[in-house]
Every structure is written in structure tokens, then in C-alpha cells.
């Protein structure tokens, strides 16, 4: 893979079943993404109508095969999927329930769903498996010697099947994760094969969670196989992320504080990512591979689009 | 070097915590919005008179707000937008006595543009049909005397007055374009096609510069899905705003049902090796629940893809 490759996370546009469900809306916010200077998407995964860009069976629905999907995309200027972003927390199959990457029963289920992934990508130029590896903080606590065991074989399972197609798995750690500290992020790493299976570092996830990303870069840099670069302004100073049903509570209502948003564009005033820094450190550490722009939490996906398609056009294409 | 430089005519509203705004709003819209041109690969913005004041009183001078756009990618005003759809006091353009008046407004518009380059002067020619109907050769006749009137001003700060013709408008038929043509002065007024508002109007864009392409100063590039089929171009009080036929009259550029030929048109500008501005337009983008940022950028998108390939 050429050096560093910058792709857009499709996720602004909130997918649901009956919102941005439409082949004609997406090409607006693939068109969008394309002409703000990213050509390539990373999209989610996820089953039938509730994700319809993440599933065999509405590509194949909408656009008639895999083959079909790709051409759809080229037609709106969009030449590959970086990555599939993988949860097993959310309903990957239309009979399935939310799986859970700690628990061992889950474990065949969960492999079985990713081979339809391992296909999406290699066929639509993609080469990582961004998995949320762990459970959130609030249902496990610190993760367990136990816990981190299962975890560590099911994405090394999971990574010797992917690099067979040439995949490799990238570990996201969101700013909700059991997996919080940078001894827990080492012990998981520890754990898993260095050949299949990587960190995936999400700027704002991580300032938000009380990391900072550009001590975990340099600190794993051999390790980090993915970066999503997003913006946030604010930190988890009352410790709200590890609380009872985080998800709502914290990410999704604000917390306490209400905050109406967590996320936001790179270059946004009072944004607590240095962004340069984080590019510069990884040009020295010989990363190779891709830099997704993500702007989940937005109200306005285009322009969000657009201004990050600014900033790294501006700020950051010349460190590259 | 390109023949064609894209522009961006400036109608953009976003929803913010406050409602929908304005870039004006504050600098920091504006910052949003000119980077969002920025990366889009706009060159230039094309603005309304009575925006002017507005970046003087963000920016200190025209000049200013300039260099906060050159400083994010995007390098000048190109073209002032001029219009008077009511026919208020001082400003029917059918009427000679008014026309002392509407020079002088026109000349305080080129007089605050002074410290900038600005190109053109656009302006719709007359007011709403029905404030001025009948129309007959006599009003085009006068209307004709106050456009070169106006062009020998705009001559003399470096700018072009160009026609934009409104569907709406008093001048919209090819028997009405062409009297006004043959009555002003082509060193003077210049044509400006709007391809929306002609389509709409029954006219075809393409055929109307490839007769007049030698006067032709730009372009606004947007779409319609619909043709005036109910003569609301003559219906009170506001053809373009309050249709009750058609809720949305105009798109950006690569909707499905737009009518508008855009490949057909580049065709000819090549034909005729046009060189100079193409603005984007799509007022109106946001009826019906879209929105400015996704049009313009769905719109660029379909420049750069589509019509660049067939000249650039």
C-alpha cells in the first residue's frame, strides 16, 4: 500500500431504515464526499435495510452484485471502500441478535458474519476490518485476564482469516471502551498477532476517553494499522463515559452537560487534536495506510465534508 | 491555463442552533463557507448589491474581506448582482425619469467596489412582467437607452454590464431579447445567460448564445424541472417566490428531470472557445428539505465529472 491515503467514513449520513436509504442519496453524499477530495468511503457494517450500504444482500438488491455496487460507485467518482467498520453489537444479520466480542458462545457467529466482509473488500479495494473489539467499559469494568483472552482470540481468529484475502483487522478503541488505558490497550496488543491484527486510533474517541493519540501512536507505533481523524472540544472530565448505559447517557445525550455534540470537523476552534503533530508523527513512524475523516455527530454531513476536505487539502496534504 | 473559471453565486443559507442563517451571520460562517468553496474548486464568488455593505461591515473594506478569502483559496468577487423587482419609487426602469436615479444607484455600486477587481455588473433589466406589462417596443426602446446608459458607466470602473434575463422579467421572449439586443450597444451591454431562467421561460439557452455568444460575459450554470406552462411568469405578486404552480423552481446542476442541456451548452462554448467565469447557481436549493452545502458540492461535482471532460 502506497504511504498514507486519506478515505471519508460514510456514517455522517446516519444510515437508518428509512432515512439515507435511497441508491440516489447516496450518490449525492458519495459525489459530496468525492468532490471535497477523498476517493475513497468507509462504510459500516450491518444487516438489510438497517444498514444499506453494509450488506451483501441490499448491494445485490440495489445495484445487482458486488461488481455493480463497485461501478456504482466509480460513477459517482468514489474508486474504493477503505474499510468496512465491524460491531458485532449491532445487528449483522436480519435473524441475528447484538453479539458480544467478550463472550466466548458468541465467538463462531461472529467469524461466520465477517467472511461476508472479507469479501466486500477485496472486491471493492478495501484492506481493513475496523472491529470494535471490546465491550464497553460500563458492562465489564476493567477488562478481565479472562476477557481480554476471549477478545484477543476471537479478532486473532478473525485476523488469520482476513490476511488470507489480504485484509488486515484494525482494534477501535472508542472513548466508551473496557479497553481504556494505554496498559490495557499494551496487554490487548500483547495478545494478539502482530501479523493480522492491529490498533485502529481514533483522534477524538481518545481525547475524549482521556488518551492522548499521539502518545499511543508513538508509543505502538508497529502496532497502529488505522487512524480516523475527527475532532472533539471537550473531554470526559466527570468520568461519565464508564457509567451505566454510556451509550445513551453519555455519547448519544450529552451527559450531564448536554453536550449536543462530541465530534466535530478538523480545524474547528478549540478542537483538542493537533492534527499536524498527529501526521507528522506518523510520516516519521512509516505508517502506511489509511487516514479516514470521519464527522459522526454532525448535523450537516456535506458541509462537514467539505470542511474537512478543506483542512486536508490546506493543513495537512502538504505534510504527506 | 483554463478557459473556464468557476464561480459560485452566492445565495447560501445554512441551519444553525440559532435557525437558518446566513454566511453573514459572523466570521465564522463566513470562514465555513468560503472554505467550503475552497475545496470545492471555486475561484471566485458572485455576490448581490446589498451584500456589499455586509463585508464592509464584517471586514472593515472589500479589499479586506479579499484577503480573508485569498488567505483560504478562493480569490475575488467577480461579479455584483443588480435587481429592482418592485417597481418602487425611483425605479421603474420603463420610466425615463427614473433613470438618473437608477444610474446613480448603479455607479455608488461600482464606486464602493473600487478597491477590488470586480468584472460585472448583472443585472435583472426591468422589474416583475406584470409591474411593467404591456410590454412593447417603446419600454424596450427605453429600457434599451437606460442599460447603455449604465454600460458606458460600468466601462469607466473596468466592468461589464451584462443582462440577466428573469423569467419574470419584462424582457424574456426571443422577439423581446432580440429588439433589446438590436438597441443597445454591444461595447456596452452584454449578454448574460442564465440557463434556468431560460428554459423556463420557453427559451433555449443553447440556441440564444450561440446567437450572442459574441456578447456573452458569463454564465449561470442551474437547472429547473419545469417549463412556466401557466403564464406565471405575468402573475402577481412574485413569479419566482410564490408560484402556485411550481414550488422549487430551480436545481443544481446533475438532478434527475433537470431540463436544462449543460453538456450541449459546453459544446458550444467550446465551439466559440468562450474564456472567462462560469458561476454556479441554485437559489432556492434548500425547498424541500435539501440543503446548500450538498447541492453546491453535488453541483461542482457534476462540472468537474461531466462538463470539464467537454471543455475546460
Known sequence: MPGIQFAYALNAWRPTYDTFVRPEQHARALKTVSVSGFRAVELNCGAGRWEPLGNLEMMEANHGSIAGFAAFLRSCGIDAVSSYFFDPGVFLSRAGIPLAAGKSADR??????????????????????????????????????????????????????????????????????????????????????????????????????????????????????????????????????????????????????EVTRWFWEMGTTGGLVDFPAMLSAMQAGGYRGWIVVESDQTPYPATSAMLNGWYVKHKLASLT | MPNLRWSYMDHWRERSPRGLITQYASVRSMDRFIKQLAVLGFEGIDTFFFSLPQFDAMFGSLAKFEDFMRERGVQKIVNVFFAKPNATAGFAFHERSDHDNIVRTCETIMERCRDISVEGLIVMPTNTYWQMEPVDDEKIAIIAELWNRVGEMTRRYGAKTSIHHEFWCGIRTPEQIDRFYELTDPELVYFFCDTAQHVIAHVDPVALYEKYHARCSGFHFKDTHNLDTTADFRRPPDAELLSPTVERWFWEMGTSGGLVDFPALMHAMKRHAYQGWVALEHDKADIGGSNYAEATAVGKWYADNVLTPIYR
Open chain 1, 108 to 257: 463462531a457467529e461472529i467469524v461466520e458474519r465477517v467472511h461476508e466482509y472479507l469479501i466486500l473488500l477485496s472486491a471493492l479495494g478495501g484492506n481493513r476490518l475496523v472491529v470494535k473489539p471490546a465491550p464497553a467499559y460500563w458492562r465489564t469494568g476493567a477488562p478481565s485476564k479472562e476477557l481480554l483472552r476471549n477478545i484477543a482470540d476471537l479478532w486473532n481468529e478473525v485476523g488469520e482469516l482476513a490476511t488470507k484475502q489480504g485484509i488486515q483487522v484494525a482494534m477501535h478503541l472508542d472513548c466508551l471502551s473496557a479497553v481504556r488505558t494505554e496498559h490495557a490497550i499494551a496487554e490487548l496488543l500483547g495478545a494478539t498477532d502482530a501479523k493480522s491484527v492491529g490498533l485502529a486510533i481514533d483522534t477524538a474517541e481518545m481525547v475524549l476517553a482521556g488518551l492522548d493519540p499521539l502518545a499511543i501512536y508513538n508509543r505502538f507505533t508497529g502496532r497502529v494499522n488505522h487512524v480516523q481523524f475527527k475532532d472533539v472540544l471537550l473531554r470526559d472530565e466527570l468520568s461519565e463515559a464508564t457509567q451505566t448505559n454510556a451509550e445513551l447517557n453519555f455519547l448519544s445525550s450529552g451527559g450531564s452537560r
